[in-house]
């Protein structure tokens, strides 16, 4: 997606796991990713909220989903932004032909083609 990315080492980061620039200028998007079987509550989110600076934004990222609260929270606070485990999959499908090779062959991925009927 044209982003820069350095990823924070294991512990002591404040919860942040990843931090994204577009440019050497700001903002920054300061990213939570989280992987667990329930949803996401509210307070969890809050935790990345709380270590963000003025003019971040927060991407907060799971493969789960988030509870009613968590996401009313979110609907609440525009300058963080949560992607579920569907979205996340929409997005890396959407963008697999500019990822790095790195990455594809961490998540190799074929393009098939399905016959479909026309609907003329």
Do not use: W
């Amino acid at each position: 997606m044209g982003y820069r990315t350095t990823i924070s080492p294991h512990g002591g980061d404040s919860g942040i796991d990843i931090t994204a620039y577009k440019d050497e200028f700001p903002p920054r998007i300061l990213v939570q990713v989280k992987s667990q079987d329930g949803d996401i509550k509210e307070t969890t989110i809050q935790s990345l909220k709380g270590a963000m600076r003025e003019g971040d934004y927060g991407l907060f990222v799971t493969l789960s989903n988030y509870t009613k609260k968590a996401q009313k929270y979110l609907d609440n606070t525009p300058i963080i932004r949560g992607i579920n485990g569907k979205e996340l999959v929409d997005l890396i499908l959407k963008y697999y032909d500019s990822l790095s090779e790195k990455y594809r062959k961490m998540i190799p991925l074929k393009m098939v083609y399905i016959p479909v009927k026309s609907c003329e």
